[in-house]
């Protein structure tokens, strides 16, 4: 068990690019979830997936974000169209239900 | 939606001092856990603490379900124990307070 895995660790981007985020989590864990934080602030919750399914989605996530998860193991998360706004530290988790939450190290964006 | 409010929002120590952080919930959860994120953005779980008080050498946490509240102990204080701390709560996902950012000076 090597814990939950993100790459890349940083990624700069011109705005108006594509970019996407891989989260490798612990094997045996059947739920993984992404989060978002901001300079300053708590993690906020983007979405969830159990197992393959993508169970819910934070209103945060908009048009331009989105994650897959197939075969219920790897995920990834992309965003379309990059702005300033995006710039943020990007988390990955995983947990069995019912029990603890383990986070990746992030993948730190800065859109310039 | 459940909210989560950490207090104090900072927090100033010297070396060796103790200190109580203290996090409120509005709702019944099914899990709480403290996390400490170090200097470079990752979070380190401390306890998983849905109820009940548990120890790991000089931090310690309790959390009172039935009051809507937990507390994280840090007794003898390091350098190294500066950085942001969470709670974070789960009713359907983990939510998170803003956060107490603790730091030790020598």
């Known amino acids: 068990d090597t814990g939950v895995s993100q790459n890349p660790r940083h990624k700069i981007t011109k705005r108006g690019q594509n970019v996407t985020f891989r989260c490798d989590p612990i094997?045996?864990?059947?739920?993984l979830y992404w989060y978002r934080q901001t300079l300053g602030q708590g993690p906020e919750f983007l979405t969830y997936?159990?197992?393959?399914?993508?169970?819910?989605k934070s209103r945060l996530l908009s048009d331009r974000f989105s994650a897959e998860r197939p075969k219920g193991s790897f995920s990834t998360l992309e965003i379309q169209r990059t702005e300033q706004g995006d710039s943020a530290m990007y988390l990955c988790?995983?947990?069995?239900?019912?029990?603890?939450?383990?986070f990746g190290s992030g993948t730190r964006l800065t859109v310039v | 939606g459940i909210q989560v409010e950490q207090s104090p929002p900072d927090l100033i120590l010297q070396e060796g001092a103790n200190s109580t952080l203290r996090c409120n919930f509005s709702?019944?959860?099914?899990?709480l856990q403290w996390f400490h994120q170090n200097p470079w953005g990752q979070l380190i779980n401390l306890f998983y603490?849905?109820?009940g008080t548990k120890q790991n050498g000089r931090l310690s946490a309790t959390t009172v379900a039935t009051e809507r509240y937990s507390l994280l102990y840090i007794s003898s204080s390091q350098t190294t124990d500066s950085g942001v701390y969470f709670c974070?709560?789960?009713?359907?996902?983990?939510?998170f307070g803003t956060g107490t950012r603790l730091q030790v000076f020598p």
């Open positions: 974070a709560v789960e009713g359907d996902k983990l939510i």
């Open positions: 603490i849905p109820s």
């Open positions: 709702d019944s959860v099914n899990n």
């Open positions: 094997s045996e864990h059947n739920r």
């Open positions: 997936f159990q197992n393959e399914a993508q169970l819910e």
């Open positions: 988790a995983s947990s069995l239900r019912g029990g603890g939450y383990t």
